[in-house]
């Protein structure tokens, strides 16, 4: 869907693809992708480790956003 995203739209943001129970300052991440349950935050089938590196490496770059935070209703 990234994929997909980047050839069709003019910015990417990604929200809960942050794969860690704290952010960089240490605040709870409640938003995940997959379930909460998870030990490590590891599964068969992803290494949440080198997924965040790439994202972080595209948003490093300007391609996509990253958000972490809560979604919150902006005023109209």
Not at 7 to 20: E, I, N
């Amino acid at each position: 869907m990234l994929a997909l995203g980047e050839s069709l739209c003019k910015s990417v943001s990604l929200f809960g693809f942050y794969p860690y129970e704290t952010d960089g300052l240490g605040n709870k991440v409640f938003t995940h992708y997959y379930q909460p349950d998870l030990e490590n935050f590891h599964t068969w089938a992803h290494d949440f480790d080198a997924e965040y590196r790439m994202l972080t490496s595209m948003r490093d770059k300007g391609i996509l956003e990253m958000v972490t935070s809560p979604c919150v209703e902006r005023e109209k």
